[in-house]
């Protein structure tokens, strides 16, 4: 049977994994061959198990939400396939405790537990699986591999808020997200855009998460998220940046509970928050912004404020050389793109019209200051690499 390793990215409702095989050890190549989803539904779920050209293997209702009962089912079906290895997960927060990839134990469960409060839409959903599948199957080996890793080598400044220094000890500090993300961009870019890809690049996940990081000589450099991934671009249903004082005011006067502060912050604000409710789905924005303003609204508000947080950026790396833009807006929305670099002119940025609506890899003119590029993104690869060298290697230090 083919070796292979299970990732698994975990959410409120639905459960995404993927299956590599393990081509070589020696180079740590592997190749995705399955990948799925569990929809999670109070009295139903359902499993969906793709190839990797898409075409679907498995479609089965489940009568359970129980997470046991789920992954028993999922696990008959891929140990029917191929031998596991090892499961790597998606984590988002690693605190100040993890800047690599770490084997599960239960003190690690307990460390990354205490960072729920920093991540409460994502953290206590990642650590669900990896308990249950140390239940289940207690021989199999876990690796936690975290959003905020690739974010350790940001120099002091960019971690710094301006808050008093005992707080700032006890690691109220700029953490930066989608670090997975941007691991892989960075370890891909030269393939796209050659050595360019080295020097001072602004990379844009614009997904229904989204954020940005600046990274040199592919290591980030300072990034749009924070402590928690609230901070920075507008998101499909997250303000981003936001004024303090806001939030001040909503409780002072307005009585606001603190359940509705992080209900309105979290899940009402964004994309859906300033389209009035219609929908923190980009596309269905789209279609509808030449008849509804306020979806055109927010449409312009969130290329708005992705141009300045590339400013932003670029004070950070002292100039950039390249944009990437990824994930499901970066990667699809060629007018999405138009808009933010319509604000970049006067950083020398000339975008090659025609490349850019057939999302082709480079996307700016010859002449552009900046090389802009289109590079998608791929975590669960990333987070497969990681376990495969843990596995190869127990002691690596990163
Ligand atoms: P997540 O953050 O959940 O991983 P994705 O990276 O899959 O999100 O991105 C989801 C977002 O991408 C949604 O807002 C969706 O509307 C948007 N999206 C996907 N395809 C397109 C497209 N062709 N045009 C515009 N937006 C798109």
């Not at 954020?211 to 402590?227: D, L, P």
Request: glycine letters at 8%.
């Amino acid at each position: 049977m083919q070796q292979a390793i299970l990732v698994v990215n975990a959410g409120s409702s639905s459960i995404k994994f993927s299956v590599f095989e393990i081509m070589s050890t020696l180079s740590c190549d592997c190749k995705l061959i399955y990948h799925g989803v569990l929809e999670i539904n109070p009295e139903q779920s359902n499993l969906t198990i793709s190839n990797f050209e898409h075409a679907k293997l498995v479609q089965q209702n489940i009568p359970s939400n129980d997470y046991t009962t789920l992954f028993n089912t999922l696990f008959e079906w891929v140990l029917s396939k191929v031998s596991l290895v090892a499961i790597g997960h998606r984590v988002v927060h690693g605190g100040t405790y993890f800047k690599c990839p770490v084997k599960v134990t239960p003190h690690i469960i307990e460390q990354m537990e205490e960072l729920i409060p920093l991540a409460p839409l994502h953290q206590g959903h990642n650590i669900n699986p990896i308990k249950i599948i140390a239940k289940i199957y207690p021989q199999l080996p876990q690796i936690a591999c975290f959003d905020t890793s690739f974010h350790y080598t940001q120099n002091h400044l960019a971690k710094l808020f301006a808050i008093p220094r005992a707080l700032t000890e006890q690691g109220i500090i700029r953490y930066g997200f989608h670090g997975l993300s941007y691991e892989y961009i960075a370890s891909v870019i030269t393939q796209y855009i050659g050595d360019i890809g080295r020097k001072r690049v602004i990379v844009q996940h614009l997904g229904n998460g989204a954020s940005m990081c600046g990274i040199y000589e592919q290591k980030s450099v300072a990034s749009s998220m924070g402590f928690t991934a609230l901070d920075g671009l507008m998101m499909g249903t997250r303000c981003g940046t936001i004024d303090p004082g806001v939030i001040i005011y909503l409780i002072q006067e307005k009585h606001y509970s603190i359940d509705q502060v992080v209900d309105l912050l979290y899940h009402q604000s964004g994309l859906i928050g300033v389209s009035g409710g219609l929908s923190n789905d980009m596309r269905q924005l789209l279609n509808e912004s030449n008849t509804n303003p306020h979806a055109s609204e927010a449409i312009e508000l969130f290329c708005y404020r992705a141009a300045c947080e590339i400013g932003s950026l670029s004070v950070s790396l002292g100039g950039c050389d390249a944009l990437v833009f990824t994930a499901g807006i970066g990667e699809h929305n060629p007018q999405i793109r138009q808009k933010i670099c319509s604000y970049l002119h006067f950083q020398g940025v000339e975008l090659n019209n025609e490349a850019n609506s057939q999302n082709k890899n480079i996307i700016s003119t010859h002449q552009s200051k900046i090389t802009v590029s289109i590079i998608p993104t791929d975590e669960e690869y990333m987070i497969a690499k990681h376990v495969q060298q843990l596995m190869a290697n127990p002691n690596i230090n990163y």
